[in-house]
C-alpha cells in the first residue's frame, strides 16, 4: 500500500467517515463517501426470515450480503449432516468473504437467526470491480476479514480450552451485540450447533448462569441481566476480535463500546 493511502488512516481507524444514512451496516457507514458511492447503485435492500439459508458450501458465491441487523451463522458440516456454527455475522459485516481471498466458492452454510430484518444484497462481480477501484475500501474489506478470522480463531482455542459454561457465556456476548435490545431468540439446538454437546449440559450450564444473575433463560429466549457478569465469566473467549473491530473499524460496534 502507498503512502498516500496509509495518509487517509487516523488513529487505527478508517478517515473520512461520513454516515451514510442508506444503510445500518457498521462497516459500510464506516467508508468514506467515495468508496461507498462504488457500491451504493448495486446494493439492494432484501427481507430475510429467520432459518433462511443464504449460502450452501460449495456452491458459486454470485452476490455477498451486508447485515443491517440480526445474524446469520456460519456452520461447517461433518458427516452424517451434522452442523456446527464457526462464526457469527451481524450488522458490523458481510457474507462472502472468500470471494476478496480468490476463490468463488462458498465454504460454509449462511443460515440466518435470532430475528427478522433486512440485508443490503451486492452482486459479486460488482464487489470485485469496486474493491479492484478502490485502495481504501480493499483495506477496509480485508480489515473486516481479518476481524472475522480472530473471532472464528478464539472459537476454536474455546471449544478445546475452556469450560461448556464459559464457552456459553461468550456465544451470548456475540449474539448479544448483534441485536436489538437484551432478549435473544436461541434455543437448544442453537446452543448445540454453537459447542456441540449434549442437551442435558446445555441445561446445566445456563442454570449455572442463571444463578449467577448473568442471564435469563425461558423457553426459545436468552434475556442479559448483567451483561458485565456474562463477560466475567467468558474470561479470555472473548474481546480480541471486537477490540480489534473497534479499532480497526467503528467504535460503535458491541454494547461494551470504548
Known amino acids: 500500500m502507498n503512502q498516500q493511502a496509509f495518509a487517509m488512516i487516523g488513529d487505527g481507524a478508517l478517515a473520512q467517515r461520513r454516515r451514510a444514512p442508506e444503510t445500518k451496516n457498521l462497516l459500510l457507514e464506516s467508508l468514506s463517501a467515495d468508496d461507498f458511492a462504488l457500491l451504493a447503485p448495486s446494493l439492494e435492500r432484501v427481507p430475510f426470515r429467520i432459518g433462511e439459508v443464504l449460502a450452501r458450501a460449495g456452491t458459486p458465491i454470485s452476490n455477498v450480503f451486508f447485515f443491517e441487523g440480526a445474524i446469520a451463522g456460519v456452520l461447517d458440516s461433518l458427516e452424517g449432516d451434522r452442523r456446527f456454527a464457526v462464526g457469527l455475522i451481524g450488522r458490523e459485516g458481510f457474507a462472502g468473504k472468500a470471494l476478496l481471498l480468490g476463490d468463488d466458492r462458498w465454504p460454509y452454510d449462511i443460515v440466518m437467526r435470532a430475528e427478522p430484518g433486512d440485508l443490503l ?9 469496486a474493491f479492484e477501484r478502490s485502495e481504501t475500501l480493499r483495506l477496509a474489506l480485508l480489515r473486516y476479514v481479518h476481524v472475522f478470522m480472530l473471532q472464528m480463531g478464539r472459537t476454536i482455542v474455546s471449544s478445546l480450552a475452556h469450560s461448556i459454561e464459559r464457552r456459553m457465556a461468550r456465544w451470548i456476548l456475540l449474539y448479544h451485540d448483534r441485536v436489538r435490545g437484551d432478549d435473544i431468540c436461541m434455543t437448544h439446538e442453537e446452543f ?7 442437551r442435558a449440559s446445555i441445561t446445566d450450564a445456563l442454570h449455572r448462569l442463571e444463578e449467577a444473575q448473568a442471564v435469563w433463560a425461558r423457553r426459545g429466549r436468552i434475556t442479559v441481566r448483567d451483561r458485565a457478569k456474562l463477560i466475567a465469566l467468558a474470561g479470555d473467549t472473548y474481546g480480541p476480535a471486537e477490540r480489534d473491530y473497534r479499532r480497526l473499524i467503528s467504535p460503535h460496534f458491541a454494547h461494551d463500546e470504548g
Do not use: I, K
Open 121 to 129: 444484497r451486492c452482486p459479486a462481480d460488482a464487489l470485485l470491480a
Open 192 to 198: 448445540r450447533l454453537m459447542m456441540g454437546v449434549r
